[in-house]
Each structure stands twice: as C-alpha cells, then as structure tokens.
C-alpha cells in the first residue's frame, strides 16, 4: 500500500501568514493528489484536485503544487474562515484511496 | 444541484450491522461512482470503498474486506452500505461521496453518526 505522511499535524499561524502544508507519498502517484478543508462537524470540501488545479469556487489563496511523492498547499494570506483542518488524499493506480492523517490550522 | 442525503443516526451493540442509505439527486446516479469515508471521533478521514452504482461493481480497502457490502438501488437513486461485526472501533461519522472526473470527491453527504457500545 502506498502511504501518505502528511505535516506538520498542527500549525499555528494568525491571520495573514502564509501557511504551507506538506503531503509525502512512499511511492509516486504522478499528480493524483488532492487537498481537502473540513470543519468541525461538516464534511470535507475539496479544494485543489490533480495536484495543482483550483476547484470552482475556492478563493485564490490557496494554491497546490508538485508531483511524484511531495505535495504541498499553501495559503497565501490566512483568512479568519481558514481555520479548519486539512487533508491531502492520493489516488493511485491500484485503485485505492487514502487520506493523509490531516493537519489543523489554528490560531496563534 | 447535486445532493447526496445520507440517514439518520445509528447506535448498535458490539457483534451487530448497520445499514447506512445515501440518496443522490440532481444528476445521474449512474454516471459517477460513490465512495464511503469515516471519521472516528477527533480522528482522520479513512477510504472505505467504492461502488460503481452503473454495474454494481464495487471495491473494499483492505482493511474492511469481509465485513462490508456496498449496494445500490437505481429506481430510489440509493446506495447502502453495510458494515457488519461491529465493535466500539467501528463507532465514527461515515460519509458518502460521489467522485468527479478527476478521482476526487467532489460532493459529499451529510454524514451518519453511528455509535457501538453496550
């Protein structure tokens, strides 16, 4: 099984910084990542798919880059609705999903 | 627009099943596969399996292979899932997703709490 090791598991920044998040696969998935926003009690949101591509609708702050086995999100600017926890999401060639273990942004 | 409706709560005693719905609505229940995800309490999120509601055809994480059976019903636009042996482990949110053309989840349900305990 392919694993994904997502950091750091907790971050602490204020509004403004900018954040970066980063998601390492064992083996390469080319560019079969995704990143996900959940808040407490909501279901996930996607917000970037095949590595780098924005999904309708999510501001422009966040951005993904990278291929192969490192992966990172980054938000330029951290906006008070940005505290959430985050997670990346491999899709790989065996047909099978996985989550990384999530990271959550909180305020400083 | 897009909506997956998921049923209510649930709360079974260790060794017994549980039967969770996920209603789509507005596209074509065929043309997209659902996954079904969970979230234990203050843990992460955990691929459970797919099920192409087209054919029926489905695929378990490893992990729950033997215990669950993923299904449909195209007339009610509906796909169940079915978790069975349950223990105090199994206790989590679990969500259905429909996937978009780009291997990810695009639409998620609301969730079922489904809690195991004596």
């Known amino acids: 099984d392919i694993q994904m090791t997502q950091s750091p598991s907790t971050l602490s920044a204020s509004a403004g910084d900018r954040v970066t998040i980063t998601c390492r696969a064992s083996?390469?998935?080319?560019?079969?990542l995704a990143w996900y926003q959940q808040k407490p009690g909501k279901a996930p949101k996607l917000l970037i798919y095949?590595?780098?591509n924005l999904e309708s609708g999510v501001p422009s702050r966040f951005s993904g880059s990278g291929s192969g086995t490192e992966f990172t999100l980054t938000i330029r600017s951290l906006q008070p609705d940005d505290f959430a926890t985050y997670y990346c999401q491999q899709y790989n060639s065996y047909g099978s999903w996985m989550f990384g273990q999530g990271t959550k942004v909180e305020i400083k | 627009q897009v909506q997956l409706v998921q049923s209510g709560t649930e709360v079974k005693k260790p060794g017994a099943s549980v039967k969770l719905s996920c209603k789509a609505s507005g596209y074509t229940v065929t043309n997209y596969h659902i996954h079904w995800v969970r979230q234990a309490p203050g843990q992460g999120l955990e691929w459970m399996g797919i099920?192409?509601?087209?054919?029926?055809?489905?695929d378990y994480a490893q992990k729950f292979q033997g215990r669950v059976t993923m299904t449909r019903d195209l007339p009610t636009n509906t796909v169940y899932m079915e978790l069975s042996s349950l223990r105090s482990e199994d206790t989590a949110v679990y969500y259905c997703?429909?996937?978009?053309?780009?291997?990810?989840?695009?639409?998620w349900g609301q969730g079922t709490l489904v809690t195991v305990s004596p």
């Open positions: 099920i192409n509601p087209s054919g029926g055809s489905t």
């Open positions: 095949r590595a780098s």
């Open positions: 997703a429909r996937e978009v053309a780009t291997r990810t989840f695009g639409f």
């Open positions: 083996q390469s998935i080319s560019d079969w």
